[in-house]
């Protein structure tokens, strides 16, 4: 196997696009190669760099509670441990930054390269996966996520930040919400000086020997 030298793998991507799956993959493989990995979902309870519930009163109280989490995170971590992640990195700084609080991709960034600066010492590596068809890949997850999570989500991206101010109602605007972040995060994660791996097809067991 070739050995990757980091301590955090965060694997991002649009909703839909098997993050979660794709973490399971790359953890399973280190362990495999003889690695001792902690590999945490998104949203679990005491998440050692992040928070279970985004209820912040405002963005300045978000950010320094967040940063704050991810340098505790940094001086507790295990250095003989990889740690895989989801959603981390680009995902909840955008939905907040973008979609909440209706920040442009220039103050998105500043965020994130905050945050990127933090986990610098772990040699971090962010994976991120890029499935063509925004509207395809989230239309193949609506039966399986099913009707609460979907109003849930419209409402969340176009009730707010971003898709108010653009105007933007229904499943069709909430897509528009989609393709736009994806747009943007992309430009980050080619602006920031952190090592990333974009993935255009379906990581299956076996294939982290490939990145």
């Not at 704050?68 to 990889?82: H, M």
């Not at 905050?114 to 772990?122: K, M, S, V």
């Not at 971090?124 to 925004?134: A, C, E, H, N, T």
Request: hydrophobic share 35%; charged share 30%.
């Amino acid at each position: 196997m070739e050995h990757i030298k980091t301590n955090l793998i965060i694997v991002e991507g649009l909703p839909g696009t098997g993050k979660s799956t794709t973490a399971a993959i790359i953890a399973d493989e280190l362990s495999k190669a003889g690695e001792t990995v902690l590999c945490v979902d998104e949203g679990v309870r005491d998440h050692p760099a992040d928070y279970a519930d985004y209820d912040f009163p405002d963005f300045e109280t978000e950010r320094e509670k967040i940063l704050k989490k991810w340098r505790s995170f940094v001086d507790e971590s295990d250095k003989n441990t990889t740690y895989v992640f989801n959603c981390v990195f680009l995902q909840n700084p955008m939905c907040e930054t973008m979609m909440r609080f209706g920040m442009d991709s220039a103050a998105s960034q500043r965020y994130i390269s905050e945050i990127a600066e933090i986990i610098r010492p772990l040699h971090p590596l962010i994976v991120y996966i890029d499935k063509p068809g925004v509207r395809e890949t989230v239309d193949r997850v609506l039966d399986e996520r099913g009707n609460d999570w979907l109003e849930a989500v419209i409402d969340y991206h176009t009730s707010q930040g971003y898709g108010k101010r653009n105007q933007l109602s229904g499943y069709e605007g909430y897509i528009k919400c989609l393709e736009e972040r994806k747009v943007r995060e992309l430009n980050i994660l080619q602006a920031l000086d952190i090592d990333c791996l974009i993935i255009r097809h379906d990581l299956k067991a076996g294939e982290f020997t490939n990145l």
